[in-house]
């Protein structure tokens, strides 16, 4: 018993430097709140583990993994702008859509408006297609 306790000393003080830093950062969790809101996550977390397969752990992580990759993308200045942009138009949509023909589609080709649209979509098109083959 008396080997171990001095062990633990000797422990202790070659890392004294270290344990310094973690009790600091213990004491402020402490002061702050955040210990009582990590214990709570931890048990959280080791009460879903518990009731969840490894299988459906591992493909929930790399699910939110996925999501925080495609949630990146649906950041990007662009992606914002587009996704602006749309609910816009949605709300600037004040009538029901009419059933349009050649001749309406045709008509509809002279509008500026329609012409920059077709021009986004033509070119996410080709993005998109890109992307695609690329993953093909």
């Not at 702050?32 to 977390?45: M, W």
């Not at 495609?70 to 942009?85: Q, R």
Request: charged share 30%; hydrophobic share 45%; with cysteine.
């Amino acid at each position: 018993m008396e080997d171990k306790t001095q062990e633990l000393v000797e422990k202790l003080l070659e890392n004294q430097d270290t344990i310094e830093k973690i009790l600091e950062k213990i004491i402020l969790l402490e002061k702050t709140g955040a210990l009582d809101t990590l214990a709570d996550l931890a048990a959280f977390v080791k009460v879903v583990q518990d009731t969840l397969s490894d299988e459906i752990i591992k493909k929930n992580s790399e699910l939110i993994t996925n999501l925080g990759l495609v949630s990146a993308k649906f950041t990007s200045d662009n992606a914002l702008m587009l996704i602006d942009a749309i609910g816009d138009a949605i709300c600037r949509c004040d009538k029901e859509p009419e059933p349009v023909g050649l001749t309406g589609l045709l008509k509809a080709m002279n509008d500026p408006d329609v012409k920059f649209a077709l021009g986004f979509l033509i070119n996410m098109a080709k993005a998109l297609g890109r992307a695609l083959r690329e993953r093909a």
